[in-house]
């Protein structure tokens, strides 16, 4: 990269495209980690062994998916 062309912002994706459905699942709990990273958990880990304490991300598809309602 030139000086002309100057730094670049890293490109970050939205938050649904990095999380996927636990993004907007009312099932989802986070947790902050002290440098600012956002952890999910799974609610649902803790009475059905079919879901995962923390889920891999991102989520594509999920049988415990319940949308939030402040999601559209
Ligand atoms: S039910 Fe599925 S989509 Fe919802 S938080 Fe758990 S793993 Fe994520």
């Given amino acids: ?12 994706a939205p938050e649904g495209v990095r999380v996927g459905l636990c993004a907007s699942c009312s099932n989802a709990k986070t947790l902050e980690t002290k440098i600012g990273a956002t952890i999910y958990l799974c609610s649902l880990a803790a009475k059905d062994a079919r879901f995962r304490r923390f889920p891999l991300l ?3 598809a999920c049988e415990g998916f319940e949308r939030r ?3 559209p």
């Fill in 58 to 60: 991102p989520m594509v």
């Fill in 1 to 12: 990269m030139t000086e002309e062309e100057g730094e670049e912002e890293p490109l970050e």
């Fill in 69 to 71: 309602p402040d999601q």
